[in-house]
DNA sequence: GAATTGACGTTCT
DNA sequence: AAGAACGCCAATT
């Protein structure tokens, strides 16, 4: 019984790093969405939290850049050292983006349900 | 340690 | 169809 306690206590930082292995996933010159990797991780409301995980994983070397919001904007390009930071290294990996909104974000949208 | 704040997205009105 | 409410919960204040 003290199992299932512990293993709820620990699911909330599985989460955290599962969501970074996620990340890990998106192929270069693609994106997803925060709501994408929660529903893939099963836990579909919890999208807000995949935001923070970003957040911590700033310093991991994941490619976060690759995650927007549901249609497409860079919504995290604000805790980026610079204004554009994010929007370069997208462009970097092809990705056209113009007033902070991915183009063609319908085609390159990446589900990790669908690997 | 309580209250507020978000890199969000769905549901209810 | 537009807007408010709400679920979620780590991080910050």
Redesign the pocket.
Known sequence: MFKAFFTVLNK?QDF?DQVYHAISLIPPGRVT????I?RALG??????????A?????DSGLP??R?V???GM???????ATDTK?QQLLEAEGIQIRDDRVIDFDKLFWDPLMD
């Open positions: 909330k955290i969405t925060y709501g994408a929660a836990a579909a409301r919890s999208s807000r939290l995949v935001g923070t970003c957040i911590m994983a700033q976060i850049h995650v919001n549901r249609l860079l919504t995290g390009k604000q805790h980026y994010m």
